[in-house]
């Protein structure tokens, strides 16, 4: 028995719903029939693909979880073969999910997107951002095909390009005592108080920074927010580091703040462009590969 692309689909609703009659309902078939097409599937592959659970829905089994991943590629490349049809060695249409690290988002997507509508006005792009977690799990998930992050501690299920390079900048208020000078040492800091950009692998990230010269940082303040972090900064609460620099030294509140690259030997971070290791990429994902690296490279 084979199974057919419907089948596959009524798989990744079930496992997106947890439940058979909630998947039914959104895919107008009978509760019945959906489950028959599951248990085809399941029969089809050789793998219990869900748990059921009477009155309480489903659960996805571990050899369903990587099962769907796998079933989200194969659907995604079978609309791509649709949509392009006669033109399948040329055009690039459909929709292609891309995630992207929350702070890197402000940064690049605004003006990526707006190549990538030129480049390719029928093709439609999902955004879906989050912490470096969120983005990876959705990689290996198969939720979506490309993801632009930092590498940083990347789960071996995934590959990554690099892109750019960025290094560390001490963040200052604009009347700091240091905010002339050209460089500046992270000793020169570590008795001031330090408001941490505190998101998972970030701020790890960070704190290397003062321990690899053997030091600990004074913080005061942590938030995930990076525009707090400059406000807090502006209004003379403290210094940041950070990798990222917005064009303007303006925050929202109005305060200001000054951008003072850290001294050699900091860790620059490294902008990437993830993708699961496991998956073959559509002519989206390519076209959207190919599209990143020459805009990075443009900057």
Known sequence: MQYTL????????????????VAARHLHISQPALSAAIS???????LPLLMRHH???????????????????LLSHAEEIQNVGKDLGTSVSGTLVVGCF?????????????VLEHAYP???????EGTLDHVQHDLIMGKSELALVYRIDLDPRLLSKALTTVIPHAVLPEDHQLASNTTISLSALAME???????PHSRDYFQSLFRDIGI???IRYRTQSFELVRGLVGQGHGYSVLNLKPTSNKTYDGGSV???????????????LAYARDLTLTRRAIAFFDTCEEFFKNL
Do not use: C, H, W
């Not at 029928?122 to 879906?128: A, F, G, H, M």
């Open 102 to 114: 929350t702070t890197l988002a402000p940064f690049f997507i605004p003006q990526l997107f707006r």
């Open 55 to 73: 009155a309480r829905g489903v659960s996805i089994t571990p050899a369903g979880r990587q099962f769907l991943s796998r079933a989200r590629g």
């Open 6 to 21: 419907k089948q596959l689909r009524y798989f990744v609703a079930v496992s997106e719903q947890g439940s058979i009659s």
């Open 193 to 199: 108080p330090m408001i941490l950009l505190d998101l």
């Open 122 to 128: 029928t093709l439609s792009i999902e955004l879906s």
């Open 258 to 272: 000054k951008y003072i690259p850290i001294e050699s030997p900091a860790k620059e971070l490294i902008i990437a």
């Open 40 to 46: 085809q599937l399941e029969s089809a592959i050789g």
């Open 216 to 218: 600990e940082p004074n």
